[in-house]
């Protein structure tokens, strides 16, 4: 739907009412003007069709049996004169349209029942959502108030940092490594110097 209907829409529609469906039996409360006086009666039904969304012509119909007689009525879903819509219980059901309860009667008008919570079918208008569901004020506001009342804090003092030392030109230098001794070279050079050794004159 065009922003432009959909705006002037709006303001033709309930920000909250009860989104009946298909099956469910309500109790529909309306008000009735009677001269100067004004009454409240209701309709208990089973809702047989639904009709046109949620926009400002959607419709619902509500059929009841009085007296062996079926009764019929159709019901605008934002009108004025609808004081509340109770939902009374649910049904499963697998058809848009239960013309066909116009037929039956009895038992075989039975339908599956469905548990309905109170209050459960209540919502928001989609269309009034972003309005209606406006986000809260954030509580960081009033803080930020009571921080310019109250002094600013002093800052806290800088630790000292010291200096690293110097490092000296020895300990830049890496350490040499301990020549290995190797048992064999000192096992040769022994041999070598007792065969270069000259006996004894007796």
Same mark, same amino acid.
């Given at each position: 739907?065009?922003?432009?209907?959909?705006?002037?829409?709006?303001k033709?529609?309930?920000p909250?009412?009860t989104?009946?469906?298909?099956? $469910?039996t309500? &109790? *529909?409360y309306?008000? *009735?003007?009677?001269?100067?006086?004004?009454?409240?009666?209701?309709f208990?039904?089973? *809702?047989? &069709?639904?009709?046109a969304?949620v926009g400002? $012509?959607?419709?619902?119909?509500?059929?009841? %049996?009085?007296?062996g007689v079926?009764?019929e009525?159709v019901?605008?879903l934002?009108s004025?004169? %609808?004081?509340d819509?109770? *939902?009374i219980?649910?049904?499963?059901?697998?058809?848009a349209?239960?013309?066909?309860?116009?037929e039956?009667?009895? /038992?075989s008008?039975?339908?599956?029942?469905?548990?309905? /919570?109170k209050g459960?079918r209540?919502v928001?208008?989609?269309?009034?959502?972003?309005?209606?569901?406006?986000p +809260?004020?954030?509580? +960081?506001?009033p803080?930020?108030s009571?921080s310019?009342e109250?002094p600013? +804090?002093?800052?806290?003092p800088? +630790? #000292?940092?010291? /200096?690293?030392e110097a490092k000296?030109e $020895?300990a830049k230098?890496p350490? /040499?490594?301990?020549?290995?001794?190797d048992?064999?070279s000192?096992?040769?050079d022994?041999?070598?110097?007792?065969? $270069?050794?000259?006996? #004894? #004159?007796k």
């Amino acid at each position: 739907m065009p922003d432009l209907v959909q705006e002037i829409a709006a303001k033709y529609v309930k920000p909250k009412f009860t989104d009946v469906k298909v099956g $469910d039996t309500v &109790r *529909v409360y309306t008000t *009735v003007k009677e001269g100067s006086k004004t009454r409240s009666q209701f309709f208990e039904g089973l *809702v047989i &069709r639904r009709r046109a969304g949620v926009g400002p $012509d959607a419709t619902f119909t509500v059929r009841r %049996i009085a007296s062996g007689v079926g009764v019929e009525r159709v019901f605008p879903l934002h009108s004025p004169i %609808i004081t509340d819509v109770q *939902v009374i219980r649910g049904a499963k059901v697998r058809r848009a349209q239960l013309h066909y309860m116009r037929e039956r009667s009895g /038992k075989s008008a039975r339908l599956k029942e469905q548990p309905v /919570k109170k209050g459960e079918r209540d919502v928001l208008h989609p269309w009034l959502n972003d309005t209606a569901a406006a986000p +809260a004020p954030s509580k +960081a506001a009033p803080a930020a108030s009571q921080s310019k009342e109250t002094p600013a +804090a002093k800052p806290a003092p800088k +630790a #000292e940092t010291k /200096k690293p030392e110097a490092k000296t030109e $020895d300990a830049k230098q890496p350490a /040499k490594p301990e020549a290995k001794t190797d048992v064999r070279s000192q096992m040769s050079d022994v041999s070598k110097k007792s065969k $270069d050794a000259k006996p #004894e #004159e007796k």
